[in-house]
């Protein structure tokens, strides 16, 4: 009896750890009092820990945004659309964008102006998507409700940065904040390597010796030189780190974060950068009034560290032409890390072009092994050129993929790549010249060794116009789906071999790219296929803004072992929880779990299918049953290792059998 005991106890605790209906966020409601007038209606979002919501702010075919609906009242009117706190901004890998999201608390709120007297009860909806490592949840609806009553007290105009605060208190989700350390590293090596980029170009390499000659020559001791060449490299730095700080105040981190989905400013941007591009290719010079450069070069007569900082800003004023186009667009790329990233990148930047001066004046005889200035520096910069033209295609790529015109997909885009690289290459073995370049006699051990870098990397583009993930630059790019084949250039969808080839497509089926999974997205029409065909059934409820649903798609289902049973050995039904179609008149019924609400969308019966039978809502979800829509083995959830998901699935395949 005891043995039964925790034999049943082992069973309940198991069940219960597995089937289980996660709510990681509750909302609260306030009133703020603005005047008499004006009111914000707050939504407080508290959220479990490891758990995070998205913006309202979302880019086109990424996670559900959150949103907010409210009741129309001749009592009252919205006055723009709700605010919200700052939040994390991360580089997501999965969907190729930057995503925003919130961690422990996020803040919205929705200004309103009243039209008639209080009390005054307000009512709206919330819908919203959350996450954690290793599921999404489907897109849930949350009645809010607001009491006026006109006692308020009045309170500053203020949207706080709850999420701000409370990570200060709190530890943060590891992978989140490991996310957000890793993009301002990137940015500021990205900008370090930048600032040596532009280091060696006409307009600042001859610099070099000239300054530190000066303050050498003008010094009365080697000590006082090195203070003054010091003084002159941190000048530089507070220069660049002002203007990074000058950018973020201005616009905000909203403000930034937005732009890299912003339709105009990336078609703006993308004509900036072949305007740069051509300029570094020798077509014109971009340059700042003359006037400037001669009011700060009178600036630095005064001499101390006031006419020490005006010389470095005039070296600022001087090398705009060659430094502008990278700074402008590291600005850009920077707005990634928030308000704090432009900082970051310019503090990068300046960095890399302060530290030879010091250590040259530190060290004036290695001002010897300098090379002497000359034809290779105009390499360097047309080089920059090159670069600039190819980034500059990932800004109308941007564009594109949000208005989803179709107009640059995966194929153009590389093949615009591999031209841009092929040319680079072509130039660097001196096959092309440019104007302003100097007759070539030879080609130098660097030239050629950039060369045949830039000529790999032009031939490893080229399979990617069949198909090939090219993973090495697969932040650039349009996703592989966003092509005029997704299956790759003279691929056949039915598969490799004759017998497949005939093969017609059931009934409410369709080949998931690239690697042809026959897959049903309705229910009841996947099992009459499995009836037919005497298949086990393998339900997947997804979702298509679910990043973990992505990775078991891109690292766990393509594995051989895994592909030949998803292709042959069961029958695929994707459940998709956050569909938005709506559901067909017939089919709008009484939702289970929300009395008095009706199913209006094809994902809310999916989701509340998945709630009801298996009792969880997490996403992915996967289940093997047989044809009398029993389970064949326990269902799993996010299933990383591929050994393990290919023995679960094996080991239901053999239960049906």
């Given at each position: ?26 909302w609260e409601t306030t009133v703020e009092k603005i005047s008499e007038t004006e009111y914000n209606l707050v939504s407080t979002a508290v959220i479990d820990t490891n758990w995070h919501l998205y913006s309202q702010n979302v ?129 500021f090596l990205i900008a370090f390597f930048s600032g040596f980029a532009a280091l060696l170009t006409p307009c600042v390499f001859p610099m070099i010796p000239m300054t530190v000659s000066f303050f050498t020559k003008q010094s ?438």
């Open positions: 009896m005891k043995n039964l005991f925790l034999l049943l106890l082992s069973f309940t605790l198991t069940f219960s750890s597995f089937s289980q209906i996660l709510t990681p966020v509750k880019p086109d075919d990424g996670p559900i945004p959150t949103l907010f609906t409210f009741e129309k009242n001749e009592n009252y009117e919205l006055i723009g659309t709700p605010s919200e706190g700052e939040g994390h901004t991360i580089d997501d890998p999965v969907f190729n964008m930057r995503i925003k999201y919130f961690e422990k608390k996020g803040v919205f709120k929705q200004r309103i102006k009243l039209l008639k007297t209080l009390p005054l009860k307000i009512e709206g909806v919330v819908e919203f998507m959350v996450c954690d490592d290793s599921r999404c949840l489907p897109p849930t609806e949350i009645d809010l409700a607001f009491e006026l009553t006109g006692n308020e007290p009045i309170v500053k105009d203020e949207l706080k940065t709850e999420t701000k605060k409370i990570s200060k208190q709190e530890p943060e989700n590891k992978s989140n904040s490991n996310n957000a350390s890793r993009s301002l590293w990137a940015i009365k001791s080697k000590a006082v030189g090195i203070r003054n060449a010091i003084i002159y490299g941190l000048s530089i730095i507070v220069i660049y780190v002002l203007l990074g700080s000058l950018v973020s105040f201005i616009y905000g981190p909203d403000a930034l974060n937005a732009l890299s989905t912003n339709v105009w400013f990336n078609v703006v941007f993308f004509l900036l950068l072949i305007v740069f591009a051509v300029s570094f290719l020798g077509a014109f010079e971009i340059v700042l009034p003359s006037s400037w450069g001669t009011k700060v070069d009178a600036q630095a007569d005064r001499g101390g560290v006031i006419g020490i900082f005006f010389m470095a800003l005039a070296l600022a004023i001087v090398s705009f032409s060659c430094t502008g186009p990278i700074v402008g667009t590291l600005l850009v790329d920077a707005a990634s890390g928030g308000q704090i990233g432009p900082i970051v990148g310019m503090f990068g930047f300046s960095l890399a072009l302060a530290i030879p001066f010091a250590l040259f004046a530190a060290f004036p005889g290695w001002l010897n092994s300098l090379p002497k200035s000359g034809g290779w520096l105009n390499t360097v910069k047309v080089v920059l050129g090159f670069l600039e033209l190819a980034l500059a295609f990932k800004f109308l790529s941007n564009a594109d993929l949000v208005l989803n015109l179709h107009l640059l997909e995966r194929e153009v885009f590389i093949a615009i790549w591999i031209a841009v690289f092929g040319a680079l290459s072509f130039y660097l073995f001196g096959k092309i010249q440019l104007p302003h370049d100097s007759p070539i006699s030879h080609i130098s051990v660097g030239r050629l060794s950039l060369g045949l870098l830039t000529l790999s990397f032009t031939i490893y583009m080229i399979p990617g116009l069949w198909g090939a993930p090219l993973n090495l630059i697969s932040a650039f790019p349009p996703p592989q789906h966003y092509s005029e084949s997704p299956y790759g250039v003279g691929f056949s969808r039915l598969g490799t071999t004759s017998s497949q080839s005939h093969l017609e497509i059931p009934e409410g089926a369709h080949l998931m790219a690239p690697h042809d999974i026959l897959a049903f997205n309705d229910y009841d029409k996947g099992l009459a296929y499995a009836k037919k065909v005497n298949k086990p059934v393998l339900i997947d409820f997804t979702g298509k803004a679910c990043v973990n649903c992505r990775r078991m798609e891109q690292k766990v289902w393509v594995k051989d072992k895994v592909l030949q049973i998803l292709k042959n050995e069961v029958i695929l039904i994707s459940l998709y929880v956050d569909d938005k179609r709506k559901l067909p008149e017939d089919e709008i019924v009484d939702s289970k779990l929300r009395p008095g609400k009706k199913l209006k969308y094809i994902g809310q019966k999916w989701s509340e299918l998945q709630t009801v039978k298996y009792g969880t809502n997490a996403q992915p979800f996967y289940v093997l049953m047989n044809l009398n829509e029993e389970n064949l083995t326990q269902p799993v959830g996010y299933t990383p290792n591929v050994d393990e998901y290919y023995n679960w699935l094996k080991e239901g395949i053999k239960a049906f059998k």
